[in-house]
């Protein structure tokens, strides 16, 4: 069925008129004080019949009149509000995110498919409770060239404590996903006092150690325990190269 008929069927399972809509809407636009929450006849016909989709007014409104939840409404257009996560995380490629629901047996599925998910398929884990994942943004060049951009990293959030790991030399660093005020990183962690130092791998383009107050503007989210990423950069990733800035949250 139809948005426009299912929107009917609603009208209809109430009991209302269009005028009746019509007047019903006029109250909360003057309650509202804002005549943007008014529907009326030939606007309504329009949504039923089809020719157009209603704005956000007119979904407040119809919810308050037909007695239904916002989402409900919206699923009428075939519109989840909770894929909005994971298409916020396709939407935006260049960002560095904690990934939403696992899905693959526990693998997520990264934004750009096409240019990893050959090595994604590479990773494969225990059902862990405290395993998330987290995908390194196309302009993240922090820990390159070990960790290359558009990578797929496993995050144990047991281990939060970069002091508390012993290592020998740098394939056994330990390497921690961070949650900052404004974005996500990944890389080497220090702590010094009450600052935290995101230290980039030595060959990577992002060459300067990032101080943020700790828990205030960072808070590690869990150490890196496994990754997928390229072994070569593209022509295209070897263009994008540059000193990478602190991108915002999806």
Same mark, same amino acid.
């Given at each position: 069925?139809?948005?426009?008929?299912?929107?009917?069927? !609603?009208?209809?399972?109430?009991?209302? #008129?269009?005028?009746?809509?019509?007047?019903?809407?006029?109250?909360?636009? %003057?309650?509202?004080?804002?005549?943007?929450?008014?529907?009326?006849?030939?606007?309504?016909?329009?949504?039923?019949?089809?020719?157009?989709?209603?704005?956000?007014? #007119?979904? &407040?409104?119809?919810?308050?009149?037909?007695?239904? $939840? &916002?989402?409900? !409404? @919206?699923?009428? *257009?075939?519109?989840?509000?909770?894929?909005?996560?994971? *298409?916020? &995380?396709?939407?935006?490629?260049?960002?560095?995110?904690?990934?939403? %629901?696992?899905?693959?047996?526990?693998?997520?599925?990264?934004?750009?498919?096409?240019?990893?998910?050959?090595?994604?398929?590479?990773?494969? #884990? +225990?059902?862990? $409770? %405290?395993?998330?994942?987290?995908?390194?943004?196309?302009?993240?060049? =922090?820990?390159?060239?070990?960790? /290359?951009?558009?990578?797929?990293?496993?995050?144990?959030?047991?281990?939060?404590?970069?002091?508390?790991?012993?290592?020998?030399? +740098?394939?056994?660093?330990?390497?921690? &996903?961070?949650?900052? /005020?404004?974005?996500?990183?990944?890389?080497?962690?220090?702590?010094?006092?009450?600052?935290?130092? @995101?230290?980039?791998?030595?060959?990577?383009?992002?060459?300067?150690?990032?101080?943020?107050?700790?828990?205030?503007?960072?808070?590690?989210?869990?150490?890196?325990?496994?990754? $997928?990423?390229?072994?070569? %950069?593209?022509?295209?990733?070897?263009?994008?190269?540059?000193?990478?800035? =602190?991108?915002?949250?999806?």
């Amino acid at each position: 069925m139809a948005a426009g008929n299912k929107l009917k069927a !609603l009208r209809n399972k109430c009991d209302l #008129t269009v005028r009746d809509v019509e007047q019903a809407s006029r109250r909360i636009a %003057d309650a509202k004080g804002n005549k943007n929450y008014c529907i009326s006849n030939s606007w309504l016909a329009q949504l039923e019949n089809g020719v157009s989709a209603p704005n956000i007014w #007119t979904i &407040f409104s119809l919810c308050a009149i037909y007695r239904v $939840s &916002f989402r409900d !409404l @919206l699923r009428l *257009y075939d519109v989840e509000t909770d894929e909005i996560e994971k *298409y916020t &995380f396709i939407a935006n490629p260049h960002l560095t995110v904690l990934c939403p %629901d696992a899905e693959h047996n526990g693998r997520p599925m990264p934004p750009d498919g096409d240019e990893i998910e050959r090595s994604s398929r590479l990773m494969k #884990t +225990e059902d862990k $409770s %405290d395993i998330v994942y987290g995908y390194i943004g196309l302009i993240d060049y =922090t820990m390159h060239p070990l960790i /290359r951009p558009g990578a797929v990293v496993e995050i144990d959030t047991s281990q939060t404590k970069p002091d508390a790991i012993s290592w020998q030399h +740098e394939y056994d660093r330990p390497i921690f &996903f961070v949650e900052l /005020r404004d974005g996500y990183a990944c890389g080497w962690c220090e702590m010094q006092g009450n600052q935290l130092l @995101l230290i980039p791998h030595p060959s990577s383009p992002a060459a300067k150690i990032r101080r943020f107050l700790c828990p205030r503007e960072a808070e590690i989210v869990g150490r890196v325990v496994s990754y $997928s990423t390229r072994c070569v %950069d593209s022509v295209t990733d070897v263009r994008k190269a540059s000193t990478p800035i =602190t991108v915002k949250k999806a």
